[in-house]
């Protein structure tokens, strides 16, 4: 990719971007600008991945083509507010904070900017996100693929019209904090039953891993997968019967339910 991009915040999440970005050598360090209000943090980031850091925002809309801002929600509208008059009409600005609508992101730039709304997860972290893309109606087809090759280096992610984020938030967003649960009560289980506290985690999580790998690498449907496992009356169909019995399947959708409620409020 042949663009300068612009990061306003150096947290994990900004960081797990780069990280993608140079790792995938989709983005040179030398084409990378970040501003962040903490000045150990910018020393960090230039230590860690030598990218160009940078003390003011306007300075880093001067530069860059791509402006992705990577600050929480209630800090966005100073950040745009800041670079509004420094960004070009062919520049795309882009936000990952939740709950920050596309319509609260163009309230705070120039008429008909390029701008798009995106709900990535903290799976970024180790190069497997999975983000949801939202543009508005100005952002063109070359821009998506531009877009598109910054969130695919570190994990996938598909383009969806935004009234689909809130969901998105609570199967994605929130989501890697249900499966930890189910992690941690998966080698619970296997704690009472005398595994060690060590082997348990790893075969919970690898478990885990494993299933989700099958799923998308075999394109077979959740459901089939699970009926390959549950041989008649054996272990794996008794205790699935037990999880059903307990409201297993509707405790996650009501989960799933109850974050994309809560973000649809903020």
Request: negative net charge; charged residues 20%; hydrophobic residues 45%.
């Given at each position: 990719?042949?663009?300068?991009?612009?990061?306003?915040?150096?947290?994990?999440?900004?960081?797990?971007?780069?990280?993608?970005?140079?790792?995938?050598?989709?983005?040179?360090?030398?084409?990378?600008?970040?501003?962040?209000?903490?000045q150990?943090?910018?020393?960090?980031?230039?230590?860690?991945?030598?990218?160009?850091?940078?003390?003011?925002?306007?300075?880093?809309?001067?530069?860059?083509?791509?402006?992705?801002?990577?600050?929480?929600?209630?800090?966005?509208?100073?950040?745009?507010?800041?670079?509004?008059?420094?960004?070009?009409?062919?520049?795309?600005?882009?936000s990952?904070?939740?709950?920050?609508?596309?319509?609260?992101?163009t309230?705070?730039?120039?008429?008909?900017?390029?701008?798009?709304?995106?709900?990535?997860?903290?799976?970024?972290?180790?190069?497997?996100?999975?983000?949801?893309?939202?543009?508005?109606?100005?952002?063109?087809?070359?821009?998506?693929?531009?877009?598109?090759?910054?969130?695919?280096?570190?994990?996938?992610?598909?383009?969806?019209?935004?009234?689909?984020?809130?969901?998105?938030?609570?199967?994605?967003?929130?989501?890697?904090?249900?499966?930890?649960?189910f992690?941690?009560?998966?080698?619970?289980?296997?704690?009472?039953?005398?595994?060690?506290?060590?082997?348990?985690?790893?075969?919970?999580?690898?478990?885990?891993?494993?299933?989700?790998?099958?799923?998308?690498?075999?394109?077979?449907?959740?459901?089939?997968?699970?009926?390959?496992?549950?041989?008649?009356?054996?272990?794996?169909?008794?205790?699935?019967?037990?999880?059903?019995?307990?409201?297993?399947?509707?405790?996650?959708?009501?989960?799933v339910?109850?974050?994309t409620?809560?973000?649809?409020?903020?």
């Amino acid at each position: 990719m042949n663009k300068k991009i612009g990061f306003y915040g150096a947290g994990n999440m900004g960081k797990a971007i780069m990280q993608g970005l140079l790792e995938a050598k989709v983005a040179q360090a030398e084409d990378i600008y970040v501003f962040d209000v903490y000045q150990p943090a910018l020393d960090k980031i230039q230590a860690d991945l030598g990218v160009n850091t940078v003390n003011e925002e306007e300075k880093v809309a001067q530069q860059v083509d791509i402006n992705l801002v990577a600050v929480k929600p209630g800090i966005v509208p100073s950040v745009l507010d800041k670079i509004k008059d420094h960004i070009s009409s062919d520049s795309i600005v882009v936000s990952i904070a939740a709950g920050v609508t596309l319509e609260t992101l163009t309230a705070h730039l120039p008429a008909e900017t390029k701008t798009i709304r995106v709900m990535p997860n903290t799976p970024a972290l180790v190069g497997e996100e999975m983000s949801a893309l939202a543009p508005n109606e100005f952002v063109t087809d070359q821009d998506k693929e531009d877009i598109m090759e910054i969130f695919s280096s570190f994990g996938q992610a598909k383009f969806l019209d935004e009234h689909f984020i809130d969901a998105v938030c609570g199967v994605s967003g929130s989501g890697p904090a249900y499966v930890y649960l189910f992690i941690e009560a998966l080698a619970d289980g296997a704690v009472l039953e005398g595994m060690t506290r060590p082997d348990a985690y790893l075969f919970a999580a690898q478990t885990v891993f494993g299933s989700a790998k099958m799923v998308l690498e075999t394109g077979k449907h959740p459901g089939e997968l699970k009926d390959m496992v549950c041989s008649p009356g054996g272990t794996t169909i008794g205790a699935v019967n037990s999880l059903e019995e307990d409201g297993f399947r509707s405790a996650v959708m009501h989960a799933v339910s109850t974050a994309t409620k809560i973000s649809k409020g903020m």
